[in-house]
């Protein structure tokens, strides 16, 4: 919102808590009074309340971000997150909106936090290697994912279908460049018989009888995408990464930014698969599953078209047709036309050639890390649009993924737990 500047000439911009006083002032209050009722046991909850308070009145959300970094599954049952975040909402991809997430800690996540942990600076050097001299490896110190079981998702956070499957926050200010962020993994949604069910029919109706071998609908492996996703966001040239003092947002644009930022978090959840191989957490069977889910991830975002109703990229379809474009390029992925789908229905299907796969995926690793690191505008411009509408876009094939991923129903969500 703006109004009228001092000398009249032209606009200045009003923080939300100057424009929407009113409602802020009762957000605040309302946190606090919840904060009055924290038992002493949840002290960080307590203290994230009563910080995220303070901020909803002065618009400064770098103290709330650092009472909130301070909380995770160890020292809180809870999970809480109120506040300006994502951009996705925003026209122009620069503002956040407001979210509210709140959620139980799901004790089962600990198996990938007690094994991921120790990797975390490994994964922040190994990225940096690969980038080369144009990005330095900083000492990160990022909590590994927590899993969490969503109690109520409101804001710009509720949608009409689908949810939110992971996240990694926040995107900027000093805990984020410092890599001290939190990444969660909402372990509760997408879980239940029927969404299982959907999600292998619509592999078999892409995938090969030979690559759907490889499907798997264990908890256990299908979120590990999701959680090196988010890891990711907080290694290499990150969402608040500045070249020649300038934000991503500034070099490459809003839309553009956001969406080589999640390129290089999916890409990243595809990358480090091999780290974990390499260290003995997954074997060469298991990290085929993990990647064929990434697979059938990105046909589902694929489907719902590169752009929205008023013309503005998709960043999660845009990056999921750069990945099968760019992985199809270099022969990991090849589309056979003529042979039926594992279905035994849909004429024609993808193969995934998994002897070159993880080749390629570094090569892209590669590409998208060196295109953030050194602002390289016109190589992100050539990068999107080649595989999103332009020369090799028809690797996609994004119409026979529109056609048999839309037949099926997709989730609304009532959100609850049993305590």
Not at 74 to 102: M, Q, T
Request: charged share 25%.
């Amino acid at each position: 919102l703006v109004k009228h500047s001092p000398d009249g000439k032209g606009f200045v911009a009003l923080g939300y808590n100057l424009a929407y006083s009113k409602q802020m002032k009762e957000i605040a209050a309302e946190l606090r009074a919840c904060a009055s009722s924290i038992s002493e046991g949840e002290v960080p909850f307590k203290n994230y309340l009563l910080a995220a308070a303070a901020s909803f009145e002065t618009n400064d959300w770098e103290p709330a971000d650092e009472a909130w970094s301070r909380m995770n599954g160890s020292n809180s049952k809870w999970y809480l997150r109120i506040g300006p975040d994502e951009v996705y909402y925003e026209p122009c991809n620069r503002k956040a909106g407001f979210h509210v997430s709140f959620a139980r800690i799901d004790k089962d996540g600990i198996y990938w936090q007690k094994r991921l942990s120790p990797l975390r600076q490994e994964m922040e050097d190994k990225l940096a290697s690969l980038i080369g001299p144009a990005y330095k490896a900083r000492q990160v110190k990022v909590h590994m994912p927590d899993f969490i079981e969503i109690l109520i998702n409101a804001g710009d956070s509720r949608h009409a279908s689908g949810a939110t499957v992971g996240q990694s926050l926040p995107n900027w200010g000093p805990v984020a460049k410092e890599g001290r962020g939190r990444t969660v993994v909402m372990s509760n949604l997408y879980t239940d018989p029927d969404s299982l069910a959907i999600q292998k029919a619509k592999a078999s109706s892409l995938l090969s009888s030979e690559s759907m071998k490889y499907f798997t609908d264990d908890k256990r492996l299908g979120l590990l995408d999701i959680i090196l996703h988010e890891a990711t966001h907080n290694f290499g040239p990150y969402s608040d990464y500045k070249i020649d003092d300038k934000r991503p947002g500034d070099i490459f644009g809003g839309a553009r930014a956001s969406i080589l930022e999640e390129l290089k978090a999916q890409t990243g959840a595809l990358f480090f698969v091999k780290t974990l191989v390499d260290h003995g957490l997954l074997t060469e069977q298991e990290a085929r599953r993990v990647w064929l889910h990434s697979i059938a991830w990105c046909f589902g975002h694929i489907s719902r078209g590169m752009t929205d109703a008023q013309g503005r990229p998709k960043p999660y379809s845009q990056l999921a047709a750069i990945q099968i474009g760019f992985l199809s390029s270099a022969g990991a992925i090849e589309f056979k036309a003529d042979q039926k789908a594992a279905n035994g229905v849909d004429k024609g299907c993808f193969q995934i050639h998994y002897d070159k796969f993880f080749p390629a995926v570094e090569k892209l690793m590669k590409k998208v890390g060196s295109i953030k690191a050194t602002g390289d505008k016109k190589a992100a411009d050539e990068l999107i649009t080649s595989y999103t509408s332009g020369k090799f876009s028809n690797l996609v094939h994004q119409k026979e993924i529109a056609t048999r991923i839309l037949r099926h129903p997709k989730a609304s969500f009532v959100y609850s737990i049993t305590m």
